[in-house]
């Protein structure tokens, strides 16, 4: 993996669109964790596979931009952003995808995050909606909260000062101020599936003007079941509107989407070789919940343990565990399904700015974050597949470190 991240400055100031307090009325529906992924619970894991050596440290080469960023046709204004948030050269994802775009092609992303995939969208999207200024002409659609509000975050960033709008719509705020900033036409919407459905439904957002629609992490929000909320929503664009598809995997699914949805597309793949070779992995055995706890206990007292996700099963035992920590003085903050939008935000926000060294959390509500530097990911609960082991290690061990991750077993 290319090594050119930095630590994502953190935007000041909370008021903004669409970002009131949870409305317990509100529609809850989508994003942020409260759909079931549509998963087998508890199918069996041998422990083997959560033992495993980290390969070489840091021997991916760094990636040889073909392009500068002054080489893209962005106005001044971009190009000023992208300087003041200190990027020097545009990642690999960035390097291959901009032109394309900037073309109008359709494109099908092979990127995770942490490839700085948000900003190769949204920077030639900003360029056009700033000669264009036509409201109502983009959409992303995001599977969380969180990521919606990261793309959000970063729209903001990179189309600072240039008069341009962003109306987030998300489950777990009020649905009202989504509806009075939707009426003030912004130019983009950037949104999670079931949220857009419901403001469809009530006639107060319409995409037929659309002309470039996001799908970021398609195949999460297929894991999360919303194949049938995208469809519709896109059968809400217009036809001949330009398709950007990201994805960091390819299943038969997401294959079909990409044939329903996408006209010619250039495929671009940047996935990092399979991330769990950048971290240590090993068990620890521990047959009751207080001998976990004691275990978990002794590995936080040691230094090394700086930066820990903690992932558990349920949104309850997640926020028992958190609590748990707090007493006994570890500084902790949880993030599942049950805590509301700022919540949730000032949780995350506690734990990039290392106010907090444990974030504990539930698989969903920690997709797709972008958090530097997590020194540990351990399992207090094992996850129910295979495919949500790696997810969660893919939080550590980023950007060429190596990172460690430990999942609890029962004594063989
Ligand atoms: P993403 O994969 O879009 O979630 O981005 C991951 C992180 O990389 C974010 O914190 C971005 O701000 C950062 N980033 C994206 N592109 C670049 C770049 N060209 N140079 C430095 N940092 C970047």
Request: net charge positive; aromatic share 6%.
């Amino acid at each position: 993996m290319p090594n050119y991240r930095k630590t994502r400055p953190q935007r000041g100031g909370q008021g903004g669109r669409g970002r009131a307090p949870f409305n317990k009325n509100s529609s809850n529906r989508n994003g942020g964790g409260q759909r079931r992924p549509n998963k087998r619970r508890g199918a069996y894991i041998h422990p083997s596979k959560f033992i495993n050596q980290a390969s070489t440290v840091n021997v991916v080469a760094e990636y040889q931009a073909r392009h500068r960023f002054a080489d893209f046709p962005f106005v001044e204004a971009i190009q000023a952003n992208i300087r003041s948030q200190g990027y020097k050269v545009p990642s690999a994802i960035q390097d291959q995808a901009i032109s394309h775009i900037m073309a109008g092609r359709d494109i099908i992303g092979l990127a995770n995050t942490g490839t700085g995939k948000t900003a190769a969208f949204l920077l030639p999207i900003i360029n056009q909606l700033y000669a264009s200024r036509k409201p109502l002409s983009a959409i992303v659609l995001a599977p969380t909260r969180e990521l919606a509000q990261q793309i959000d975050d970063q729209f903001r960033i990179f189309s600072s000062g240039m008069k341009l709008y962003s109306t987030l719509l998300v489950g777990g705020a009020p649905i009202n101020k989504q509806i009075a900033s939707l009426r003030r036409r912004p130019h983009i919407v950037i949104a999670t599936p079931g949220r857009t459905m419901d403001l469809i439904k009530r006639k107060v957002l319409r995409l037929d003007d659309i002309d470039v629609l996001v799908l970021d992490e398609a195949d999460r929000m297929l894991d999360m079941g919303f194949v049938g909320d995208i469809r519709t929503i896109t059968s809400q664009t217009p036809e001949d509107r330009q398709t950007l598809f990201f994805s960091a995997t390819i299943t038969p699914q997401v294959e079909q989407l990409t044939k329903e949805f996408l006209r010619d597309p250039k495929t671009i793949s940047v996935r990092t070789a399979d991330t769990s070779e950048s971290v240590d992995q090993n068990v620890v055995e521990a047959d009751s919940k207080e001998e976990k706890m004691e275990k978990l206990m002794e590995m936080l007292g040691q230094d090394e343990f700086e930066k820990v996700l903690l992932f558990g099963e349920t949104k309850h035992g997640v926020q028992r565990l958190s609590d748990r920590l707090n007493k006994q003085g570890v500084n902790s903050v949880a993030i599942h399904g049950n805590k509301s939008q700022s919540q949730r935000k000032s949780a995350l926000k506690s734990f990039k700015d290392n106010q907090s060294r444990v974030m504990v959390a539930t698989d969903v509500a920690a997709r797709g974050l972008d958090i530097p530097n997590v020194s540990h990911v351990i399992n207090f609960d094992q996850p129910a597949t295979y495919e949500d082991y790696v997810h969660r290690i893919g939080r550590t061990g980023r950007a060429g470190a190596t990172g460690k991750a430990l999942t609890f077993v029962g004594k063989r």
